[in-house]
């Protein structure tokens, strides 16, 4: 670990170890999760990165515009240095704003604080000017330990800003099954389906949900994979939902009881609700954000 990583980390557990949590940040921190706003701090967790942002604007296609933030003392000529009282962390905060970026709504883990005033427009002109106490960091040639921190934060900002985890799903999923000579019968027998919706499954109408693919892969001797990656698309629905960062408690307590990665309990649970759905009655008029409720509701006794 590098010394501005070092010296990073053992700042911040200094100040844990002296810092009450304000109300406000524990307010914030403990609120149900919701979809990301303008002003609002989100901690953005991908893999092994870890970073705070700014929301700066919502988006649309499950996506937000974010600078990354930072309790660092370094800073750059693009750098909004934020006064304690300007958030709910009640700790002067870095904006990296040179650094805004297009990021996946998938990243959010958790909203930790906000800005305790907005502006309607969060530019960087509107925050200098309308945040008391701001000011803009030095314009003078980088410390190399600055522009060290800099550069990690161009990394971090990489990696969140190219998360994705929705299969395109190929749609081979019929012909997959033919090819390994699996009838409808046998499909209702090994997987214990209802004759109809094994028909829509062996069409390649419906996707295999995790079980069923592991069943099928045990039987057939072929990866389990290779069944969910034939499976036809997922909706659009159905991946928003599980976009949501409301959705990334109840996936990581999916991982928690499977003992799986994240990534690996997100299609679990993508291809469940997508499953599930096909056991509606009315299927051309689906509330895919009830289905998804439903689903957790069953998998985790919520």
């Known amino acids: ?53 700014l929301i700066t604007t919502a988006g649309d296609q499950d996506s937000a515009r974010a600078v990354p933030a930072s309790l660092e003392r370094y800073a750059d000529a693009d750098t909004l240095l934020l006064p304690a009282p300007a958030t709910t962390l009640e700790q002067p905060l870095a904006l990296w704003l040179g650094l805004e970026a297009t990021l996946p709504w998938c990243v959010l883990d958790r909203q930790v604080s906000e800005l305790t005033s907005r502006p309607d427009t969060l530019t960087s002109r509107m925050l200098a000017d309308t945040v008391t106490g701001a000011r803009w960091g030095s314009s003078t040639v980088l410390s190399a330990a600055a522009s060290e921190y800099r550069a990690a934060l161009t990394d971090h900002l990489e990696v969140l800003a190219s998360a994705q985890w929705a299969p395109q799903g190929s749609g081979g999923l019929s012909e997959l099954l033919r090819d390994h000579g699996i009838t409808v019968q046998q499909l209702a027998a090994e997987l214990k389906l ?33 069944f969910l990656d034939a499976n036809p698309a997922l909706p659009p629905a159905v991946v928003h939902e599980l976009n949501r960062p409301l959705r990334r408690s109840q996936v990581k307590k999916l991982a928690a009881q499977y003992d799986e990665t994240e990534h690996a309990a997100r299609l679990r649970a993508a291809y469940g609700v997508y499953t599930l759905a096909a056991r509606d009655d009315n299927r051309t008029q689906l509330n895919w954000t009830a289905r998804t409720d439903r689903y957790f509701e069953l998998l985790l006794d919520e």
Do not use: F
């Open 194 to 226: 209802p004759p109809p919706l094994a028909l829509d499954v062996w069409r390649g109408q419906q996707p295999l949900n995790a079980e069923q693919a592991a069943t099928l892969a045990a039987l057939h001797g072929q990866p389990a994979a290779r």
């Open 1 to 53: 670990m590098s010394s501005v990583h070092t010296t990073a980390y053992q700042r911040l557990v200094a100040a844990a170890a002296g810092l009450k949590v304000p109300d406000a940040v524990h307010r914030v921190a403990t609120a149900p999760p919701q979809d990301p706003r303008p002003g609002q701090i989100w901690r953005a967790v991908w893999e092994d990165t870890i970073q705070l942002l």
